[in-house]
């Protein structure tokens, strides 16, 4: 029993202990564990965020390239280059006063310079103003065929003109010819000078490519073309001198400033020292080879220059001398005949003088269209810098060969309206190219500056281009245009159907891109994007609207709405529905919200003011703006002119800028013909204290406080009081609607439709005869030509005014 009992208190005892070790050990894993799960959670939480990072990075970095990504779809443009054969070479450098280049990226290009040594006009080359000729700009331009310019630099007179010879497998041949003339036959000698260049911004020439001078002419040889050959063949006339260069020039953007580094003095019996080419010491240098080649004559006037250039697979010879005179009298009468047939302006009553001049605009128009190949800049909110848009090109016109040669999107929507008249081929083409710079989020760059020439021109605040900026969708606008008034183009199997066919993904992914990017707060609101206020501009431009420095709210704020870009939504809506009808494809959710913003109840809700009966914009805003000048924080700094503000901003409706904007629900024709606010604005059209003048519509009221104030010290008034012809056209063409509409507002229309168009027609006219030039504005004092000269953008559409082509 003792030793059972013994027994038992061992078997306790280790029974005790077994227990105690179990718990212990029990204890030990337990902690383990939880130092596993601590670890494993630890680990856990770093590679889920880790996983974040990554998504976030991964998602960042994908969002960066989206801004220069293209958009992913079947291009527009299917032929190019040498598979245009009628337009593959042209007038394509409208930049310069003359210039040749073909639809290739690396398109040898040639050109003429000319200056008078004896004086410090300097040489002319690019169209420049402060060149300050008198005049100059084509007078007759088919804009496949022929062209015909005027330069008058006094005393001389130079009329350039070209004739192609088609054919072949290389683009066929074309002639030049300079005519140089002096005022009252005097013999004053002009130094004349036509070169040939290699465009390296896409980086060196290939071996294949490359210039050359032989015997007076200028030779060549590209993967394109094979050998070309320029021959300089005097008709009429004498050269006092010859001499040519062999150069290399560091872009075409500098070929004048290496021409100049080119002269030296050579004595001459007559003339003193005279100016002649010298070899090129740069070529001496590794890795220099030749790129321009100028060859210079110095003539004396009357003198007549034919440049032909040749290819060696086109038996046919390119034309010159009498046989090129013969030539271009016929395509000058054919293309007199062609214009009447298609504007009937001799018809209509006007003087042969004043068909002339609707003859040149048109010209000027076509003969401003280029050939660009380059990547933009541009940046996104996800981009840390701007970065490169993709290599592309851009066959467009340009609003102005001296200030603006290169493109702009909502320009060429007005651009289109007069060259889809001439040749809706050459329109659809241009079209193309446009809607094959859309990107994958429906974005399209609204100006272009492809090329080292194009981008030698532009400020450097304005290269870069940022994707949350809009531009009128224009464009989108004149194709339903075409489309509406010339529906045989469009009829199925027809190659511009298919080009449309082709176009309406992007169209469509450009109207979305709209929707989504420049919505409002307020349903069925929009807002321009990009308006900043940096404490100087006494009201900040909105760039993106296409009317820079219109007033709008005075203090930019996520609240806006434009009254405008709502009714570019509603033209933009009809103009999907249009296009999607005659494809046959499904065009109701473009109806549908076409008619919710024909809806009058909501537009009058969001900008209808019942105190000054006028549409306007929406947003933070004050009156009591004024520009002052800040004292200098230091002696030896400049003084500042700022915005000074004395009574804070109110969200409001911006009555007081009563202007372009607030006829917006007019000129794209959102109102109903029987609209009580269209007869409340017919009303008071015509008031002279407000828009009216006698030279057009003045985009700003002469009643609001900032009618022709400047926008900053340096920023003189732009679209404050000025009269634009892009947007008398758009109120003409509204006029013209509502007078053939039944209503009760179709008599006034129509009255304000003639004295409106009178006017307009009058002025440009008038001002074209007494400065020899179209100009980018009128003054709405005076109707004197302002801003930039030659303007002949939408300042061309004249010609369809004159011919009530709407």
Request: charged share 25%; proline share 7%; glycine share 8%.
């Amino acid at each position: 029993m003792a030793r059972l009992k013994k027994h038992a208190a061992i078997h306790d005892k280790h029974g005790n202990n077994n227990e105690t070790s179990s718990s212990s050990a029990s204890s030990e894993a337990s902690d383990k564990k939880k130092s596993f799960k601590f670890f494993s959670g630890w680990k856990t939480a770093v590679g889920v965020i880790c996983l974040l990072v990554a998504i976030y990075v991964g998602t960042l970095g994908y969002l960066e390239t989206r801004v220069n990504t293209p958009f992913d779809d079947e291009k527009v443009v299917q032929e190019s280059g040498l598979m245009v054969p009628d337009r593959y070479w042209g007038s394509y450098r409208p930049g310069v006063y003359m210039g040749m280049k073909s639809r290739e990226p690396r398109s040898p290009v040639f050109g003429l310079m000319w200056y008078d040594f004896t004086t410090n006009n300097g040489v002319r080359h690019w169209c420049d103003q402060n060149d300050n000729l008198p005049s100059y700009g084509w007078l007759r331009h088919d804009g496949v065929t022929f062209g015909e310019q005027k330069i008058e630099d006094p005393p001389h007179t130079i009329v350039t003109s070209f004739v192609k010879t088609p054919g072949g497998d290389h683009g066929g041949h074309w002639t030049v010819r300079v005519n140089v003339t002096a005022k009252g036959d005097i013999k004053k000698p002009l130094m004349l000078v036509w070169y040939g260049a290699l465009d390296e911004s896409l980086g060196p020439a290939a071996p294949q490519s490359r210039l050359w001078a032989e015997g007076g002419a200028l030779l060549g040889h590209t993967p394109q073309l094979l050998n070309f050959r320029l021959n300089l063949v005097p008709l009429t006339g004498k050269i006092i001198h010859r001499s040519f260069s062999e150069a290399h020039a560091p872009g075409l953007h500098l070929l004048k400033e290496k021409f100049i580094s080119l002269l030296k003095a050579e004595r001459h019996p007559k003339y003193g020292r005279l100016p002649v080419l010298a070899p090129d010491d740069e070529l001496n240098e590794k890795d220099k080879e030749v790129n321009f080649v100028s060859i210079q004559l110095f003539v004396e006037p009357p003198f007549v220059l034919d440049v032909v250039y040749t290819t060696e697979d086109l038996p046919t010879p390119p034309v010159k001398g009498d046989e090129y005179t013969m030539v271009l009298e016929a395509k000058k009468r054919s293309f007199d005949q062609e214009f009447e047939d298609k504007f009937g302006l001799a018809a209509k009553g006007y003087s042969q003088d004043d068909v002339a001049i609707a003859k040149a605009a048109m010209s000027n128009m076509i003969g401003g269209i280029g050939y660009f190949y380059g990547a933009g800049r541009v940046r996104s909110q996800y981009t840390r810098e701007p970065v490169p848009y993709w290599r592309a090109p851009l066959y467009t016109a340009v609003p102005s060969r001296s200030f603006f040669p290169r493109g702009f999107l909502w320009d060429e929507g007005f651009h289109g309206l007069l060259i889809g008249r001439w040749s809706a081929h050459i329109q659809l083409d241009i079209a193309a190219h446009w809607l094959d710079l859309i990107n994958v989020e429906g974005w399209i760059p609204r100006e272009q500056i492809l090329g080292a020439e194009a981008l030698a021109r532009v400020p450097k605040e304005f290269v870069v281009q940022s994707n949350a900026a809009a531009n009128p969708p224009m464009l989108l606008v004149q194709l339903a245009r075409l489309v509406r008034a010339r529906p045989q183009l469009f009829e199925p199997y027809s190659p511009h159907r298919a080009t449309l066919d082709r176009m309406f993904t992007r169209l469509q992914a450009w109207y979305q891109w709209f929707q989504s990017s420049q919505k409002g707060e307020e349903p069925t609101s929009y807002r321009w994007r990009g308006r900043e206020d940096d404490g100087v501009q006494l009201n900040p431009k909105s760039l993106s609207s296409g009317l820079d420095d219109y007033p709008r709210a005075s203090h930019p704020s996520y609240i806006e709405r434009h009254v405008d870009l709502r009714c570019w939504m509603y033209a933009a809506a009809d103009a999907m529905a249009t296009i999607a009808d005659v494809l046959q494809r499904d065009p109701i959710k473009f109806e549908v919200l076409r008619d919710q913003l024909a809806d009058e109840d909501l537009l009058n809700e969001l900008h209808w003011s019942p105190t000054t009966e006028t549409y306007a914009d929406y947003g933070l805003h004050t009156d009591a703006v004024r520009l002052v000048r800040q004292p200098p924080k230091n002696p030896n700094e400049p003084a500042k002119v700022v915005r000074s503000v004395s009574m804070p901003p109110e969200p409001r409706l911006v009555t007081s800028a009563f202007g372009y904007v607030s006829l917006f629900p007019v000129l794209l024709k959102v109102l109903k013909p029987s609209s009580e606010k269209l007869g409340k604005i017919l009303a008071t059209l015509d008031k002279p204290d407000l828009l009216w003048s006698p030279y057009g519509l003045r985009s700003l009221s002469k009643s609001s406080p900032l009618y022709m104030k400047r926008n900053t010290k340096d920023d003189p008034p732009y679209w404050r009081g000025q009269v634009w012809i892009n947007i008398n056209y758009l109120a003409l063409s509204a006029l013209r609607h509502y007078a053939g509409q039944e209503g009760p507002h179709a008599v006034r229309a129509g009255q304000l439709h003639d004295r409106l168009r009178e006017n307009v027609v009058n002025n440009i006219l008038n001002e074209y005869k007494r400065t020899g030039y179209f100009w980018e504005q009128y003054s709405g004092e005076d109707g004197k030509g302002s801003g930039c000269r030659p303007f002949t953008g939408w300042t061309a559409l004249v010609t369809l005014i004159m011919a009530e082509e709407y």
